[in-house]
T-cell receptor, first 119, second 116 residues
Framework: EAGVTQFPSHSVIEKGQTVTLRCDPI?????LYWYRRVMGKEIKFLLH????????ESGMPNNRFLAERTGGTYSTLKVQPAELEDSGVYFC?????????????????FGAGTRLSVL | ELKVEQNPLFLSMQEGKNYTIYCNYS?????LYWYRQDPGKSLESLFV?????AVKQEGRLMASLDTKARLSTLHITAAVHDLSATYFC????????????????FGKGTHLIIQP
């Protein structure tokens, strides 16, 4: 079974440009999460999809970030325009369930991340 | 705001030694996860701890949870080089009364180097 895949693995862009990150969750996982780790800091939650709906986007830093999950399969995270402080590693995770649905189903499986460098 | 603190953040040790990584958290959530990350790879789920006193073991790693102290430990027994990695603890606050965000709240990670 394929795991969570993310593309690209690395991206180097200039300030002001646009970048789109993609995440393919494990097949059948309704829940999809985006996280970000800025250098030296913790991995921080950005948002959570249940199927195609945004369940919680409280962690999104500002309106330069736009996440979509059309059709409830893969998701994209667009940064436009990118700023220097957006540099970091962006992780995607997926799970079958969430909350109190069943604890084994809550386990989030992570992709390898996309390392974004904004110059 | 939910906080998760790990210590130490960096640990260099020799093969054959024992050591413990600590994870303190500030919420009443009883769901705690340990992940392992190798450089450039995804976070691999190691343990899920769900109740007070829970103890899980896999090979040379053993994790425990004390919900009263809001403390989890990851103990390494007779370390081997293959265990070198970054270890994260994370707390799931979904469903608790605090109304926290849906995602996991992570510690900063413990970068573990085991030298032959």
């Amino acid at each position: 079974e394929a795991g969570v895949t993310q593309f690209p693995s690395h991206s180097v862009i200039e300030k002001g440009q646009t970048v789109t990150l993609r995440c393919d969750p494990i097949s059948g996982h309704d829940n999809l999460y985006w996280y970000r780790r800025v250098m030296g800091k913790e991995i921080k939650f950005l948002l959570h999809f249940v199927k195609e709906s945004k369940q919680d986007e409280s962690g999104m830093p500002n309106n330069r970030f736009l996440a979509e999950r059309t059709g409830g399969t893969y998701s994209t995270l667009k940064v436009q325009p990118a700023e220097l402080e957006d540099s970091g590693v962006y992780f995607c995770a997926s799970s079958q369930g969430c909350g109190t649905q069943g604890l084994a189903k809550n386990i989030q499986y992570f992709g390898a991340g996309t390392r974004l460098s904004v110059l | 705001e939910l906080k998760v603190e790990q210590n130490p953040l960096f640990l260099s040790m020799q093969e054959g030694k024992n050591y413990t990584i600590y994870c303190n958290y500030s919420t009443t959530s009883d769901r705690l996860y340990w992940y392992r990350q190798d450089p450039g790879k995804s976070l691999e789920s190691l343990f899920v701890l769900l109740s007070n006193g829970a103890v899980k073991q896999e090979g040379r790693l053993m994790a425990s949870l004390d919900t009263k102290a809001r403390l989890s430990t990851l103990h390494i027994t007779a370390a081997v080089h293959d265990l070198s990695a970054t270890y994260f603890c994370a707390v799931d606050s979904v469903g608790d009364s605090g109304g926290g965000a849906d995602g996991l709240t992570f510690g900063k990670g413990t970068h573990l180097i085991i030298q032959p």
